[in-house]
């Protein structure tokens, strides 16, 4: 059974940093596309990055592109995303999610 982890959320000021990690197993972590998906209160889910399998490639939606970036390291079956200059409409659970695969998420919330 796929297990996907996330951590790393929490309370953070605007303009503020955060770095979420999203840690696998039970799948061959090194050949999936890796994604970050959010949803935020009251909204439907939005994606917000992927990677490729090799880690060569990342994809960024335009309200996070310049300020997000996604990496992984396939020894350790890890995904992270470092979040810069965060704003309040980044506010939500975020996901890591492999195919059809999420993990229980980690909350983001920007506030002053």
């Known amino acids: 059974e796929v297990h996907i982890v996330e951590s790393g959320g929490g309370l953070v000021q605007p303009g503020g940093s955060l770095r979420l990690s999203c840690a696998a197993s039970?799948?061959?972590?090194?050949?999936?596309?890796m994604s970050w998906v959010r949803q935020a209160p009251g909204k439907g889910p939005e994606w917000v990055s992927a990677?490729?399998?090799?880690?060569?490639?990342?994809y960024y939606a335009d309200s996070v592109k310049g300020r997000f970036t996604t990496s992984r390291d396939n020894a350790k079956n890890m995904l992270y995303l470092q979040m810069n200059n965060l704003k309040p409409e980044d506010t939500g659970v975020y996901y890591c999610e492999k195919a059809n695969d999420r993990g229980q998420g980690t909350r983001v919330t920007v506030a002053s």
């Open positions: 990677i490729s399998s090799g880690g060569g490639i990342t």
């Open positions: 039970e799948f061959t972590f090194g050949t999936y596309v």
